[in-house]
């Protein structure tokens, strides 16, 4: 029997594969104990269609892709890099690779090529998270796990359709409220989801104004008398210029701005005052914002104020993608470095210099996914190398972001022919979870080692091995002397050895594991300058896009991310294609159109179709998900502006002014 994390969303279930090559839920494993959602049953199925199965590569992006050795592979990048300065190169990587994966495409770009010009696509899901988690905690990570689920009796949902992103999660704090008398739910969200048709209470607040209303959370329990100040004094700072901000927004001002009513602020207020152990869930609604660490500062405020952390609840971030928590473990991010190390701090510098044996890692931190697209624009980058993820479809922009495509020299590693490779130069074939081993770490830092159960396709290889043979092509092999995942494992947890997200005594034998205590700050020490949590207030900026309506994008029950995998089953497309938007009834109405029938929206230059769904999405609000590929149509982010959230760099998503004609 063969186990492994399931490469989709970020609660990272355990799984198995049976003799009969059915994909079950591992009953040992703590994501889930033995559940499942419907994704991953359709895995086997999916693993061999559409694969790349030997290197491609075309001289000019008008020729045609011809099949050419991985030698000569290695060859032409070569002689690439040692011609384009490091800067004038990028890298783009995913949070569904493993950690080993990351970790040689890390250390190859920033202690080798010696630049920090890669990001990964949690630029576009947790950015803003990991910012406001610094912010308020000194550190990355999540403050409790999974387990903090079964004796917490009240649950807030805000941004998150956790109901169809991460079910098997949703479905624990079901059954929560099932076995015990007085759980709640509560979610906010300006479409009525499949979670929100689950809570006890649903609060359909106006998009991108989150802010505004939780800063009035905070106005009501200050008001009332409900701020646990023993709480506030010993363990956190910064309460008062928090609190000034947050009397800014009385509950009738708060409610105009967010079009709801002052009863569901102070509702929120009451159940952050007086439940007994509160967890906030959150994914993709507070963070891709132009106001998202604000957004999450928010959330984060409450908690401090109610002192709701460790034994009395937790801000639980939910991460979208299967090792977005092993990709900024080792730091892949343009500022990141090993065990929650930073490129702008000189000691950590050092420590990787001494590490890595190598000198000269840059201090400052590159340009990030979006900015990396206009400097491409300005041919300042010359060649984009994109790993495991597929920007054509899901950065925001697209018109702007397919220009670019098609001016540099593109590689994509992939396991899958995706819309990207269709600007590629070189395309390079890689394995993907069941054809190579190593870790993923999920949404509550608990580590998976994923075994091997299947041979690579063609000839497909680990990407850890892609970066480490390229290494060798170009004389660096001292630095890359892996010839197993469990060596880079081993190196990795060494230079974890007493950071926050120690793994130094973890082994492959010993997973799953979680790194760090139940409660990362369960003596309420915080790995800030004076050890105390921080308040910050939490200033407010909305989105200004013009249009008829606003666009939220968001996520399918069944289909993950752009569909590369998850769309090659029948199974899973079947009530999710063809793309579709959810309207409200009156604003249909209005525009003179009914369920089923198309309409055209347009943004950015472009127009793009759509089946219109009804559904109770806040009036002047339409929600279409994101994920559906060229073969389906257009792409919905040709209408999303790639604004970004100014400290986390994280584009807004969720906010895009749009026109709306019947087709
Ligand atoms: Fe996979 Fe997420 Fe479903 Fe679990 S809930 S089986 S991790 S997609």
New binding site residues.
């Given amino acids: 029997m063969k186990t492994f994390?399931?490469?989709?969303?970020?609660?990272?279930?355990g799984?198995y594969i049976d003799e009969k090559g059915r994909i079950k839920?591992d009953f040992e494993h703590p994501?889930?104990f033995g559940?499942?959602?419907?994704?991953?049953i359709y895995l086997t199925k999916v693993l061999s269609k559409d694969r790349i199965g030997r290197p491609l590569y075309r001289e000019s992006k008008s020729k045609s892709l011809r099949e050419i050795s991985w030698e000569e592979a290695y060859g032409i990048l070569k002689k690439k890099l040692t011609s384009l300065s490091p800067e004038e190169t990028y890298f783009y990587l995913s949070g569904q690779l493993l950690t080993e994966d990351i970790y040689v495409a890390n250390k190859f770009v920033k202690g080798f090529l010696k630049t920090n010009n890669i990001d990964a696509n949690s630029r576009l899901c947790m950015a803003s998270a990991v910012t406001a988690y610094k912010l308020a905690f000194g550190s990355d990570g999540v403050p409790c796990t999974y387990e903090d689920i079964d004796d917490a009796d009240a649950f807030l949902f805000i941004g998150s359709n956790a109901a169809i992103a991460?079910?098997?999660?949703f479905k624990r704090v079901l059954k929560r409220r099932r076995e015990s008398e007085g759980v709640g739910l509560v979610t906010i969200d300006p479409v009525e989801t499949e979670t929100a048709k689950k809570s006890d209470f649903f609060i359909q607040i106006r998009a991108g104004t989150d802010t505004v209303f939780l800063n009035s959370v905070f106005y009501v329990l200050h008001r009332e008398g409900w701020i646990d100040y023993r709480f506030v004094e010993n363990y956190t700072e910064g309460f008062e210029e928090a609190l000034e901000t947050a009397r800014k927004f009385p509950p009738e001002l708060a409610a105009s701005v967010c079009d709801v009513k002052p009863e569901d602020i102070h509702l929120v207020a009451e159940v952050f005052a007086k439940s007994e152990k509160l967890i906030s869930f959150w994914c993709q609604g507070l963070n891709q914002s132009v106001n998202g660490t604000m957004k999450n500062l928010a959330l984060i405020n409450l908690h401090l104020a109610k002192g709701r952390l460790n034994e009395k609840g937790c801000p639980f971030s939910l991460t979208g993608q299967?090792n977005a928590m092993g990709g900024r473990e080792v730091g892949y991010l343009t500022n990141g470095l090993l065990g929650y190390r930073d490129v702008r701090n000189k000691e950590d510098r050092e420590f990787m210099e001494d590490f890595w044996g190598v000198k000269g890692i840059k201090e400052t931190p590159g340009p990030t996914i979006t900015e990396a697209i206009d400097l491409i624009l300005e041919e300042r980058i010359k060649l984009l190398w994109v790993v495991c993820t597929n920007p054509a479809v899901s950065l925001p922009e697209l018109r702007k972001v397919e220009e670019a495509l098609s001016r540099v020299f593109l590689v994509v590693q992939d396991a899958y022919w995706n819309d990207t490779c269709e600007f590629a130069n070189l395309i390079l074939p890689a394995s993907q979870v069941g054809e190579k081993e190593g870790v993923m770490t999920?949404s509550d830092r608990t580590i998976t080692f994923c075994e091997k159960f299947s041979e690579p396709y063609g000839e497909s290889k680990p990407d850890w091995l892609i970066f480490t043979e390229l290494a060798k092509a170009m004389e660096a092999s001292e630095l890359f002397p892996y010839s197993s995942p469990k060596e880079i494992f081993e190196e990795f947890k060494e230079s974890t050895k007493g950071r926050l997200c120690d793994v130094s005594d973890l082994s492959y034998e010993k997973l799953p594991a979680r790194w760090g205590r139940r409660w990362l700050y369960e003596d309420l020490r915080f790995p800030t300058e004076s050890g105390r949590a921080r308040f910050h207030p939490a200033k407010f900026d909305i989105a200004t896009e013009e249009g008829e309506f606003i666009l939220l994008t968001g996520r399918l029950k069944n289909n993950?991310h752009t569909m590369t995998k998850t769309g090659k089953s029948p199974e899973l497309l079947k009530g999710e294609v063809p793309p579709f938007v959810l309207m409200n009834p009156k604003d249909a109405e209005e525009l003179g159109v009914e369920e089923g029938e198309e309409i055209v929206l347009s943004a950015k230059g472009k127009e793009i179709t759509r089946i219109v769904r009804l559904g109770n999405v806040k009036r002047g609000h339409i929600f279409a998900p994101f994920g559906y590929p060229r073969e389906f149509g257009e792409p919905t982010n040709f209408l999303v502006s790639d604004k970004t959230d100014p400290l986390s760099k994280e584009p807004d998503l969720k906010y895009a002014g749009v026109r709306v004609r019947v087709a």
Wanted: hydrophobic residues 25%.
């Fill in positions: 994390q399931c490469p989709y969303c970020g609660v990272g279930c799984l839920g994501a889930n559940d499942i959602c419907k994704k991953p991460h079910p098997v999660l299967p999920d993950w």
